[in-house]
């Protein structure tokens, strides 16, 4: 059977100030031959690797707390800490630590903490070498005691000195007998006295001291010294506070009496720190770091007590769970619970995890599920607030209790459901609760935190999960509110609601590529979220601007052309209208999104909103933005230009117009097709093959417009000499067919594939030809029959 009596959790003390859990072992102490001395080694109790090596130095301060605790430091700033599971364990070590150092074992510190440069302790020296005579504990040397005491904090040595006085003469009871007789004499000057000694023995920071002033039979009198506050013109009444109005419910009887004292003790204590005492100034930051640490550890050791009492927990989570429980009984199970996890803060994270996993074993997100739809306002927080604590520490643990759900669950009963739905359905005028389970649902959805899980499709299941039975619970307000072209309700709380939901909905396009874009696309979710844009406030408009604005920053051309296809940036620029150039949020955030389309040259984006915004944008003139976007939509046309341009004295070179340009080879392959079929054809057929029939349908509107152009051009140039309109050269088409048609089929291979080629390539005879003729249109049927 493992010996407990050496079982020891290892602390050290970080840069914060906090206990860091270094690891939980097993003590002894041996002759170490590196170390050449006696020396402190600590075992892993899991793998029994080694922890600590420490050897006990001569000259090295140990210090003694709390019966269980051996504290001391090497080096520069850097403490450590044993705290034992048993005291007779703590004893053998701290006996071992003192004859080393050839010290008595009574004592509670075996060296003088010496802190001061070389000067100092020479200075120090001198002035400690007299031992420090306290004055005798009477009602007219009190004035004489507070001046003793507050000399001695000035130095290190002097503190040590006095804190060594004051517990071999048992100070601190005779202290509180004169407490005793001042406030039955109603003596204000003596109790203002008491106040300053009893505050300047907290700054002693010694938990020897500690230790007296928070037994049983003597904190509240420590707490009435403390109430005579000189400053304050009446006393305070912390007593009355903790003795009557603070009451201690015991909502599962608590059997241990050593956990009930300890619980009593630290919530004092804590009370002590946060209100009795005055809030120390900077540079006394530290002066009550053991109090910090008694604090520390008691509530270490509360929830350790509590934790390994499986009865305990067990009938609480019945009780949570149980239907037939009243609520106010609840509200106390909850409210235990939730500071159950308070107190686990303190724990390390492996404490942590443990501590955690406990819960979640005995059913600790099965009982959030009822306590989360409690009417119960306080209930109902407190349980956020546990929910919180679980989900910040490890979110993992209810992603993997959600994803156990899938199966066996009701959608409106899971776990993931009801807390979107409690977020919703928020009664708080400032939605507070919704905002915190709204900063749960984000920790919830970030794919970073699903990374370091050891289930690698985590990530892949809970998405999915998410995206099929949740999110339309979420967006459900969203559409709702948007079901025509103004928002249907324009309540604060409805609006504030929206702006939550949607600043979930920018986190998840931000992060989730796949599953938010399926959702937006089919659910034309940015449509309706721009409908927002018409809100008369402020804020929502930018919470729906800020939603597009994601959405544009990621540069994919799906959401590009859903944009595009449903002309979705005038809502935007009626937003940007109405505001009507006024120097605010509004304007900019506008003006900065139409700044990126141009910096990040989104072509698509930038050709729609110049070729139909341009009327409206072209008179803004206090930014250079839009003149900005519109000269990068010039510089388009130019390089398609450039890389195209067609020649005005050949018709058929119209078929390279870019709109239509295609890889060469789809062209030979498509070409070589139609000579293929086209001997299939009897002469005078008018039917042309199917591929030359899909490329006419779609030359067909483009061929009009540019012949116009063309013919303009020429009349222009010939006003004597009209052409015929390409409009009514295009009436005409069908009824030419046959006689456009009958060459190439007449001819052989070879020439047909020579007079394409000289088609294709517009050769300067046959257009002289054509012109000399004034027929524009042949050439171009041929064309179109080749191609």
Avoid at 34 to 61: C, F, M, N, W, Y
Avoid at 192 to 218: P, Q, R, T
Avoid at 681 to 703: H, M, N, Q, W
């Amino acid at each position: 059977m493992t010996d407990t009596r050496r079982r020891v959790k290892l602390y050290a003390l970080n840069a914060d100030r906090q206990w860091d859990d270094r690891g939980t072992g097993h003590v002894s102490s041996s002759y170490v031959d590196r170390l050449k001395g006696i020396s402190l080694l600590v075992r892993a109790e899991s793998d029994g690797s080694l922890l600590l090596e420490s050897k006990i130095q001569p000259d090295t301060a140990y210090q003694k707390q709390q019966d269980t605790l051996i504290v001391w430091s090497e080096g520069d700033n850097f403490d450590l800490a044993l705290s034992f599971q048993e005291k007779a364990g703590c004893d053998e070590i701290w006996e071992k630590i003192c004859q080393v150092q050839g010290k008595d074992p009574s004592v509670e510190i075996t060296q003088d903490i010496v802190e001061e440069s070389e000067d100092e302790r020479f200075d120090e020296m001198s002035d400690s070498a007299p031992p420090i005579d306290l004055p005798p504990c009477e009602l007219s040397r009190l004035e004489e005691i507070n001046e003793v005491v507050s000399s001695c904090l000035t130095s290190p040595m002097r503190k040590e000195k006095l804190s060594v006085a004051i517990e071999t003469e048992g100070y601190i009871r005779k202290l509180l007998n004169l407490f005793h007789m001042c406030e039955d004499l109603d003596n204000i000057e003596g109790l203002h006295y008491l106040y300053e000694v009893f505050k300047n023995i907290f700054l002693l920071n010694k938990n020897a001291l500690f230790e007296v002033m928070f037994g049983d039979d003597s904190i509240f009198d420590v707490v009435g010294c403390l109430e005579y506050d000189p400053s304050s013109p009446t006393p305070k009444k912390h007593r009355e506070y903790l003795k009557e109005l603070a009451r201690f419910k015991e909502v599962i009887p608590i059997s241990n009496a050593d956990l009930l004292a300890k619980i009593h003790q630290t919530y004092r204590v804590q009370y002590i720190q946060d209100v009795v005492l005055p809030t120390p100034s900077v540079f006394e930051d530290n002066m009550f770091s053991t109090l910090s640490s008694f604090i520390f550890f008691n509530k270490v050791e509360i929830v350790t007590l509590i934790q390994d009492d499986e009865k305990f927990l067990t009938e609480l989570f019945g009780h949570l769970t149980d239907e037939s429980t009243e609520e106010s009984k609840r509200r106390d199970l909850v409210l235990f619970l939730k500071e159950f996890c308070n107190f686990s803060q303190n724990l390390q994270p492996q404490g942590k995890e443990l501590f955690y996993k406990t819960l979640t074993s005995l059913g600790i997100l099965s009982a959030l599920e009822i306590t989360l739809t409690s009417d119960d306002t306080q209930t109902k927080s407190a349980s956020i607030d546990i929910l919180t604590y679980i989900v910040e520490f490890n979110p993992s643990f209810v992603r993997d209790y959600t994803l156990q759900q899938a199966n066996s669950t009701d959608e409106d009963q899971m776990l993931l459901n009801v807390l979107i739905d409690q977020m919703i359905c928020d009664t708080d005028s400032e939605l507070g609760g919704a905002v915190q389970l709204m900063g749960v649902l984000r920790i919830l959805l970030d794919p970073e935190n699903m990374m370091a899980s050891l289930n690698k499709s985590e990530k892949t299941d809970f998405l999915n999960y998410f995206y099929k039975h949740s999110v339309n619970i979420l967006i459900g307000p969203l559409l709702t509110n948007t079901l025509s072209d103004w928002p249907a309700k324009e309540d604060y709380q409805t609006v504030q609601l929206l702006g939550l939901i949607l600043e979930l909905l920018s986190f998840c396009v931000e992060h989730h590529t796949y599953h938010i874009k399926n959702c937006i696309l089919s659910k034309d979710l940015l449509r309706r979220i721009l409908v927002l844009m018409k809100s008369t406030h402020t804020f929502l408009v930018l919470c729906s601007l800020r939603f597009m604005r994601k959405i544009i920053a990621l540069k994919d051309e799906f959401y590009n052309r859903y944009i595009t296809k449903g002309n979705l940036f005038a809502p935007v620029i009626d937003a940007f209208i109405r505001n009507n150039g006024r120097y605010n949020l509004l304007d900019s955030a506008i003006l900065e999104m139409f700044e990126f389309i141009k910096l990040e040259d989104i072509k698509t984006l930038c050709i729609h909103v110049v070729e139909n915004f341009s009327k409206v944008l072209d008179d803004i003139d206090y930014v250079q933005t839009f003149k900005s976007l519109k000269m990068r939509y010039d510089q388009h046309l130019d390089k398609l230009k450039d890389r195209d341009r067609p020649s005005l004295d050949s018709v058929p070179s119209i078929l390279r117009n870019n709109r239509y340009r295609r890889d060469q080879r789809q062209l030979e392959e498509e070409e070589e097709m139609w000579f293929n079929e086209e001997e299939d054809f009897e002469e005078d057929s008018v039917v042309p093959g199917p591929d030359a029939d899909i490329l006419t349908k779609k030359l067909d509107s483009d061929l009009n417009s540019t012949l116009a152009k063309l013919v303009d051009k020429k009349n222009e140039a010939n006003p004597s000499k009209l052409t015929t309109s390409p409009s009514k050269a295009m009436n005409n088409n069908m009824s030419m067919t046959n006689s456009v048609s009958s060459s190439p089929l007449n001819a052989s291979p070879s020439d047909k594939f020579k007079k394409g080629l000289v088609d294709y390539e517009g050769d300067s005879d046959d257009e002289d030809e054509d012109d000399s003729n004034g027929d524009l249109l042949t050439p171009v049927h041929k064309r179109a029959r080749l191609s």
